[in-house]
């Protein structure tokens, strides 16, 4: 079946890990979050890091050791937990990243730009705040 928009595995355990992460004042260990997410833990793993290299996460080996947020939940926006992990969002010009049309005018009517500037805005919009409290 096909989506129009997609979410990426490791944007979602991004999101996902984020939101459990800032729920707690205490350092939250991969194990326990890939097991509360039902996540590959070494795919897990791999996003913390990426998080933690974008300083959006603090990291602490030993045994008491696991993530804790960077900063605080409402200075992180969910477009910075999304670009950290996907990359910039980019506005194409053409949707099906064509260099020569044979129209004047986009088919679409620019539908992907729009649709692309209103997720990006949303996102940009959202803190990590917004999303705990919602859970």
Do not use: W
């Amino acid at each position: 079946m096909a989506k129009l928009v997609h979410f990426s595995e490791a944007a979602s355990l991004a999101l996902h890990a984020m939101v459990l992460i800032a729920k707690t004042d205490n350092h939250v260990n991969v194990n326990s979050i890939a097991g509360e997410m039902g996540a590959s833990r070494n795919h897990l793993a791999k996003v913390l890091q990426q998080l933690v290299k974008h300083h959006f996460l603090k990291s602490v080996r030993g045994p008491s050791g696991g993530f804790i947020l960077g900063k605080p939940a409402d200075k992180i926006t969910v477009l910075e937990i999304y670009e950290a992990i996907e990359g910039k969002i980019e506005l194409p010009e053409c949707p099906l990243d064509r260099k020569i049309c044979p129209f004047n005018k986009c088919l679409l009517n620019n539908l992907v730009n729009d649709v692309t500037n209103q997720f990006k805005k949303y996102f940009q919009e959202q803190t990590l705040e917004d999303f705990v409290t919602r859970t």
